[in-house]
């Protein structure tokens, strides 16, 4: 143990690197079968037939399919329809990076559109107008002169946004463009090349008029290889046509061969009856790849080998992608093969053990494409454990016993029941023994050299599969539910003279099971908690540093072995691979390499078996598989992880707000940031890796500068969205990781969530505006609250003031009213009495009157009965006395006075209202108001009843009064 070393993966692959080719080119391996993954039409939703395959910058995939330009960047197929929805015959990438696409009637290119979507658009405009009623476009080249359209009626040349039209002779064929020429068939006149802008005709030969031209190729020196769909296959050299007298060429002629591809060692043919051949670069047949070997269909119409040199194959229904390119194949059910658990090469032949029996071939005949499947031996119907060769014989563990091996036959030699194993003691050559299902049986050899059972060592009672001897001869069982057994045999190897069983003791654990090896001689059991070597002295499992330290990269080491050249092979729980032995004696891992198997391997029966340094053989689930170290592939290629899609949302709707994916993001996008108004502040982005070979083993890490600086755990989920994202610039990358541990180059996008307007300075000044605004106006509301409650105060004070100044008012009304009561009280009394002293006036003078008329009366009659003159004179003298004392004016005006006191000014009202009235018709109406009769107004008027009666009938005259109008009303209305 002493003196090893390691070095890391890496080393090895930059070593390798120096010294190997690159993928593209490298040479399709000849034993067993590519692994293949058949993409049906129900898978890419595309029609069924595929006319062509290219790939652009970045590694997406693109077909020319019936229903259109087919897409499929590693995660995901799309169809990109052309404008008349024909099919798509011919892809090419041109220099300046677009796809150019040719359908019927149609040119046109893809090309990535502000967004980054990837769009088709139509070239037709271009080209002259006479020129634009044509049929398929065959073939499209990226040449000197430009971009070439082939159809069966032009060719069309686009250079600088123009297109130049050539026209045939007669009608074209197919063209290829090889070496920097283009070939053309053209119908009776023969193959022809385009020099400048016209066409030379370089051959006739019938070849080219009569038969199809299929391919046109490289070949030795300037040579040209030739194929034809009925002929089969021609070399032309100095314009000379001869047969191509090979073996693949019988088969272009029996299986019409469609189209063809060189590598850099290689021709790759597809076929229309028979699927892929391979050929060496002087025509051997290398590999055949069909329907029965794991296509879709028999009919290859396109193939294309991509940067990592592997093919993919346009089938006449389907897409199948075929990594050609990987160290591993597998020998399968195809060759008869299912699950394999050893496999061993004797006398020239290859034995395999599977679950169906044994199986053989010759080991020179593993790379006969013509004959791949495995023969049957005799006998060995069932289970096959193990095989054990040395010098003449071939032992075969079986599930019925141990049988020995004769080229296609066996002989069983023992009936224990399951035999795991043989193994042989140290120093020990005429024994043999095995492990089986309930203990171990021992062989002797006889004198033909023949292994014929011995006996059963009693005492041994368990399944005895996982055996190691260690140099001290102590036999070491490992049983996966009763733990570590050591046993010890007596001298004469019968019988059992120790047995110790650890079972989560003398320093192992309880966890179950102990795996055990021999390294470089030294035994050591593999456990969960590390590697432990025996310490006899102290019966006691200790770890083991040299051990440890060396196998420091691999868990638990599920199955270990050493092949002729010291290289150390190994299988634990997380991989499998071996250490190779540099010529300086140190150890480098590998292991990359042998990824794609480590997951297919049959799970505590693992097997490796080393043949030489180019044939490796592993038992898997899905048979033999064949791992050659000679080949070298690169599996630390640059690949790419692209941003495929950027979804934006806000709470009620979505958006498509970027697409990347074609050829990245072009440079005047690339130098800007994406700004996302803040109510759009749900981002989801879509990514995926277009790494074909790795399809179903893609993980993705990715993280969001500006919102989690750390790189996201590795998953295989090929899109994250990120919720209610503040604003502010954010950063997303993204990178993959495939089965191989290589990392791609990561993507990015930078995009700025703006600030709401509500947090921009604008809205913080309108904030200071708005706040100094509420102040302000909460000041004057304050203010007005004061002046309200103020003003409020003094209206309820007023009103208080104004209730009580009512309520004075009030008073003073009630006592005004009172004293105006009184003051009517008193106005009533005095009117009363005025009206009393009024009538008393009037009665007085009435009676006065009446008095004075009385006496007139008499002394009247006394002046007539008088006998004097004198008396007469006397008593007339007193007659007139009498007379004026009746008319006295003085009398009136006091009965006038007292009457405007009473009858508030009547008179003077009804002067105003007849003022044509005498004195005489005003005292008539002043003793009409006061009510007074007319017997009794004549005295005061000292005039007859009947004189107060023409009075009054005067002065209705004057009032111009109706007769209905009550004369007396009238006055007390005045």
């Known amino acids: 143990m002493n003196g090893i070393n390691f070095h890391s993966n890496t080393s090895i692959y930059i070593i390798s690197l120096l010294v190997s080719f690159s993928n593209l080119g490298a040479q399709i391996k000849s034993v067993g079968l590519p692994v293949v993954d058949n993409y049906t039409t129900e898978y ?50 041109g220099s300046d990076g677009r796809i150019y ?19 088709y658009h139509n070239l037709n405009h271009l080209i002259p107008e006479k020129y634009r009623d044509f049929d398929d476009v065959w073939k499209i080249y990226q040449t000197r002169y430009g971009i070439i359209f082939q159809s069966f009626e032009y060719l069309f040349i686009l250079n600088n946004e123009t297109i130049r039209v050539i026209e045939p002779e007669t009608r074209f064929g197919f063209s290829y463009y090889v070496n920097n020429r283009l070939y053309i068939i053209e119908k009776e006149i023969g193959l022809r090349t385009l020099n400048n802008r016209t066409l030379e005709t370089i051959s006739d030969n019938d070849l080219f008029t009569e038969d199809e031209i299929r391919f046109i190729l490289p070949h030795q020196s300037n040579d040209l290889l030739i194929g034809s769909f009925s002929n089969g296959i021609f070399v032309l050299s100095k314009n000379k046509l001869t047969r191509w007298n090979t073996d693949i060429n019988e088969i272009a002629v029996n299986n019409n061969i469609y189209n063809a591809s060189r590598t850099r060692e290689q021709y790759i043919f597809g076929t229309v009856k028979n699927g892929l051949y391979i050929s060496t670069e002087d025509g051997t047949l290398v590999q055949h790849i069909n329907r029965l070997r794991g296509l879709q269909n028999n009919t290859v119409l396109s193939h294309y080998q991509d940067v990592r040199g592997n093919l993919w194959l346009g089938l006449d229904n389907g897409i199948d992608y075929l990594k050609v390119s990987l160290p591993i194949s597998f020998l399968n059910y195809n060759f008869n093969l299912e699950a394999v658990y050893t496999s061993v090469v004797h006398n020239g032949r290859l034995y395999v053990g599977t679950n169906q029996g044994l199986f053989t071939k010759p080991i020179n005949e593993l790379s006969d494409p013509t004959n791949i499947m495995f023969e049957m031996v005799k006998n060995t119907e069932g289970q096959v454990w193990s095989l054990y060769a040395e010098a003449g014989n071939l032992l075969c563990g079986h599930n019925r016993g141990a049988y020995k091996v004769n080229g296609t036959s066996a002989t069983k030699i023992s009936e224990a029941r399951g035999v795991w194993n043989f193994f042989k003691l140290n120093g020990v050559d005429n024994i043999l023994f095995s492990g089986t299902y309930d203990g171990i049986i021992m062989y002797e050899i006889d004198n033909s050299g023949t292994w014929k059972e011995k006996s059963r060592i009693p005492g ?10 260690d140099e001290f001869n102590n036999i070491w069982i490992s049983h996966d539910y009763e733990g570590l057994f050591r046993i010890r045999l007596s001298k004469d190897l019968r019988k059992v003279e120790s047995m110790n069983q650890y079972l989560g003791t003398s320093g192992l654990n309880g966890q179950l099971p102990y795996n055990i090896h021999l390294f470089e001689d030294e035994f050591f059991v593999s456990t969960n908690n590390g590697n432990m070597v025996y310490d006899s002295i102290n019966d006691l499992f200790t770890p083991s540093e040299k051990i440890n330290s060396f196998f420091s990269d691999l868990n638990k080491i599920n199955f270990l072995c050493t092949d002729i050249r010291g290289n150390l092979w190994y299988v634990s729980e997380n991989k499998i691979g071996f250490y190779r032995l540099l010529e300086d004696g140190t150890f480098t891992n590998i292991f990359t390499p042998l990824e794609i198997a480590s997951n297919i391997l049959i799970d505590n029966y693992e097997h490796i078996y080393t043949y030489d340094r180019d044939n490796v053989f592993i038992g898997s689930e899905k048979g033999l598989i064949h791992y050659n170290p000679s080949v070298t592939k690169d599996f630390f290629y640059n690949y790419n992880t692209i941003i495929k899609e950027v979804q934006i949302s806000s709470k009620y709707n979505d958006s498509i707000w970027l697409y990347k994916g074609n050829k990245g993001m072009k440079e005047e996008f690339a130098c800007q940031n994406y700004r996302v108004d803040y109510e759009w502040n749900t981002v989801k982005f879509t990514y995926t890796c277009p790494d074909p070979e790795n399809i179903n083993s893609i993980l993705y890490s990715y993280r969001l500068l500006g919102y989690n600086e750390k790189w996201s755990d590795w998953s295989p989920v090929n899109y994250r969205d990120f919720s209610n994202l503040k604003d502010g610039m954010y950063t997303f990358e993204v990178r993959a990781k495939n089965i191989y541990n290589n990392i791609s180059s990561s993507d990015s996008i930078t995009f700025l ?13 309108i904030y200071l505006l708005l706040l100094a605004t509420i102040v302000l106006i909460t000041a004057l509301m304050i203010k007005r609250r004061i002046e309200y409650i103020r003003s409020h105060e003094e209206e309820k004070h007023t009103a208080a003031f104004h209730v009580k100044e009512e309520k004075l008012k009030q008073q003073q009304m009630e006592a005004e009213r009172e004293i105006e009561r009184l003051k009517i009280d008193n106005l009533e009394t005095t009117m009363k009495h005025k009206n009393k002293e009024l009538a008393n006036s009037t009665y007085h003078i009435i009676r006065k009157n009446k008095f004075l008329n009385s006496l007139k009366q008499e002394l009247s009659e006394l002046s007539e009965a008088a006998k004097s003159d004198f008396v007469e004179q006397e008593l007339k003298k007193i007659s007139r006395k009498i007379d004026r004392d009746i008319n006295n004016e003085k009398s009136w005006e006091v009965f006038d006075q007292y009457f405007d006191e009473v009858h508030q000014e009547f008179l003077s009202r009804l002067k105003e209202k007849h003022p044509e009235l005498s004195p005489k018709e005003l005292r008539l109406s002043a ?18 009843i009947r004189g107060v009666e023409i009075s009054r009938y005067r002065l209705r005259k004057k009032l111009d009064l109706d007769r209905e109008i009550n004369l007396t009303q009238y006055l007390m209305e005045i």
């Open 44 to 93: 890419t939703s595309a029609g069924s037939q595929t006319w062509d395959i290219i790939e652009d910058s970045i590694g997406n995939a693109y077909f020319g399919n019936n229903n259109g330009i087919l897409k499929f960047d590693g995660e995901d197929w799309e169809i990109i329809p052309v404008s008349n929805g024909s099919i798509v015959r011919s892809l090419a990438q």
């Open 927 to 944: 003793y009409l108001r006061m009510n007074i009769s007319t017997k009794e107004i004549a005295p005061l008027m000292n005039i007859s």
């Open 753 to 765: 969530i703006e600030t709401p307007f509500y947090r921009t300075k604008a809205a913080y000044i």
């Open 101 to 119: 696409v040719g359908g019927y009637t149609e040119i046109g290119y893809l090309d990535e559109d502000a967004s980054g979507k990837m769009v």
């Open 460 to 469: 041994i009672e368990i399944s005895a599969r996982k055996v190691v001897c």
